[in-house]
């Protein structure tokens, strides 16, 4: 069954007429009559009772006309979504990410996609910058969120968003209603870090901020995810350094400060791969440049 016989049908269905019929369709009438008939052959009944006065339905024809109308709309859409996908306005992109850019940057990468482009879909895993990597060499995500700059032969990258590093206080702290702080007043305190990784991570940052500052913390309590961070310093078991897109989510109990003499920038990239081809996915790419934000 040809869909060029289903068209002739649905059109001379509507038209009840084989010379406006084929006109519509830019068929001569003879070729007209011919694919009705190889379309009556291939079904076994008649679909049209016709004289030389008048053209009409058979009964078959009534029954057959939802469903041939059906497949015709299946196939048209069908071929609108290929069209939108090769355009790069519909389909669903693989993104990774780290919880850091679910607080700000995500929301706005969703945000500007759902005004410009609503049939682009992101499909999202929270992975570590290690399993990105992996992700996006092995084809098994499109993008990446991650504070680490890969610097891979087969990836490129940008930063996407840029927080500085802020102290987080217990609310009930001496010193958090300060605005600023001074790090190296706080080598007794607990630290609240993240748990080592095989990969460079946050926890190197803060670490490193407490070494410009003079020293090395020496009571630690680790974490897995700097969301649980900002829930122990809320009750009071120890203070961390965070990013300052923290704050967006107004944590009770707790008190973000600057640091004295310490300004400390923490990009987020997107990465993608170099050979990126697929238009649907340098779409998503381009909405995030233009959405960048590099001071939080």
Do not use: W
């Amino acid at each position: 069954m040809e869909l060029r016989h289903i068209r002739s049908f649905v059109v001379l269905a509507e038209e009840l007429h084989f010379g406006r019929a084929a006109t519509r369709l830019y068929l001569a009438q003879p070729a007209l009559s011919q694919q009705i008939r190889q379309l009556e052959d291939e079904l076994g009944v008649k679909l049209f009772r016709r004289n030389s006065h008048r053209v009409a339905l058979s009964e078959e024809g009534h029954l057959f006309l939802p469903n041939a109308r059906a497949a015709i709309a299946s196939l048209v859409a069908g071929q609108e979504q290929l069209q939108k996908r090769e355009q790069g306005t519909s389909g669903r992109v693989r993104v990774g990410f780290i919880s850091t850019a679910a607080l700000t940057l995500l929301p706005r990468i969703l945000h500007s996609l759902q005004r410009r482009y609503p049939g682009i879909e992101l499909d999202l895993y929270e992975k570590d910058a290690h399993e990105q990597l992996n992700g996006l060499l092995l084809d098994e995500l499109d993008l990446g969120v991650m504070h680490a700059d890969l610097r891979h032969p087969a990836l490129e990258s940008f930063v996407a968003e840029t927080n500085t590093v802020l102290l987080a206080l217990p609310a009930k702290h001496p010193l958090a209603n300060h605005a600023s702080v001074n790090l190296r007043s706080f080598a007794q305190e607990r630290f609240i870090l993240p748990e080592p990784m095989p990969h460079e991570d946050f926890r190197e940052v803060a670490l490193s901020l407490c070494r410009r500052a003079g020293f090395v913390p020496e009571r630690v309590q680790r974490v897995r995810m700097l969301q649980t961070a900002v829930s122990l310093v809320a009750s009071g078991a120890g203070c961390a350094l965070l990013p300052s897109n923290f704050q967006s989510i107004r944590p009770r109990s707790v008190k973000f400060c600057r640091l004295k003499g310490i300004d400390h920038k923490l990009p987020l990239y997107l990465t993608f791969r170099r050979d990126l081809k697929q238009s649907l996915v340098r779409n998503v790419v381009d909405i995030v440049s233009e959405a960048s934000v590099h001071s939080l």
